[in-house]
Nanobody
Framework: VQLQASGGGLVQAGGSLRLSCAVS????????IGWFRQAPGNEREFLAA????????YSADSVKGRFTISKDNAENTVALQMSSLKPEDTAVYYC?????????????????WGQGTLVTVSS
């Protein structure tokens, strides 16, 4: 499975940004696709995931109401729509493919990673 993340950039606080993750590979649709982020000095944090098989979405409490994951109109692409962005959302954002598991909440257990895309939110 190959994943290509795009859409990062510089945005002002309160603004919006849409990230895309293009997925390919023979078995890509057997996995769920999710987004993580990692800020300097912090651990990688799960944000949201989308299941190809059920269409169900999962979101971390920290971003519920601001970040929405969905299947994009582009083929085999999953988007993360981010709104009401804050400077503390500044991080490298990664998409990943894996399985949904429950561990203190539903989250994606990654098996494959894409490269990151940098999101910078200015105050």
């Amino acid at each position: 499975v190959q994943l290509q993340a795009s859409g990062g950039g510089l945005v002002q606080a309160g603004g919006s940004l849409r990230l895309s993750c293009a997925v390919s590979g023979r078995t890509f649709n057997t996995y769920s696709i999710g987004w993580f982020r990692q800020a300097p000095g912090n651990e990688r944090e799960f944000l949201a995931a989308f299941s190809w098989s059920s269409g169900r979405t999962y979101s971390a409490d920290s971003v519920k109401g601001r970040f929405t994951i969905s299947k994009d109109n582009a083929e085999n692409t999953v988007a993360l729509q981010m709104s009401s962005l804050k400077p503390e959302d500044t991080a490298v954002y990664y998409c990943a493919a894996g399985d949904i598991q429950y561990a203190s909440g539903w989250r994606l257990q990654p098996a494959y990673w894409g490269q990151g895309t940098l999101v910078t939110v200015s105050s």
